[in-house]
């Protein structure tokens, strides 16, 4: 059965969220991840987890992504915890290109083979919501996480 609340979020965080990158390997192209809030990284030490985001309480988040800053050859990794769960971790391929990465939640809209945007779910949360991110190297500010989220 189905109610109301199942199609605009809330209800039920995801034990899992499964979609092109969550299995690794993969990168987005950069005209998907211009959509929502900039979260620069701060200072990374490579392949070690940094709090990007950090929520305390209930919401939905319609967009996250992970995102690079710069051209400089790398991987990055994100790992978004629900409530408690890890419901997402990955890491993508290598890439050389600015504002490239991964997708965790919402999809990227081609038109032609071009990125021309987004498109938006509706994940909730009703305790707590944490996105972690890394890169492959030891820098500042050169990869973002992308949101979109509310807070009830």
Known sequence: MSNLSSFLGGGRTPSSIVNEYSSGGASALNGALTAGRTILSGALTANTL??????????????????????????????????GVVVFDATS?????????IIVIGASIYTA??????????????????LQIASSLTETDKIAAKVIYEVN
């Not at 945007?117 to 944490?130: D, E, H, K, Q, T």
Request: proline share 3%.
């Open 50 to 83: 940094a709090t990007a985001l950090s929520i305390t309480g209930s919401g939905i988040i319609s967009f996250m992504a992970v995102a690079t800053m710069d051209a400089a050859s790398k991987t990055v990794r994100a790992r978004l915890t629900l409530d």
């Open 93 to 101: 391929n290598t890439i050389v290109n600015t504002s490239n990465g």
């Open 113 to 130: 083979a071009t990125p021309s945007g987004v498109a938006l779910r509706a994940i909730p949360f009703n305790a707590s919501c944490l």
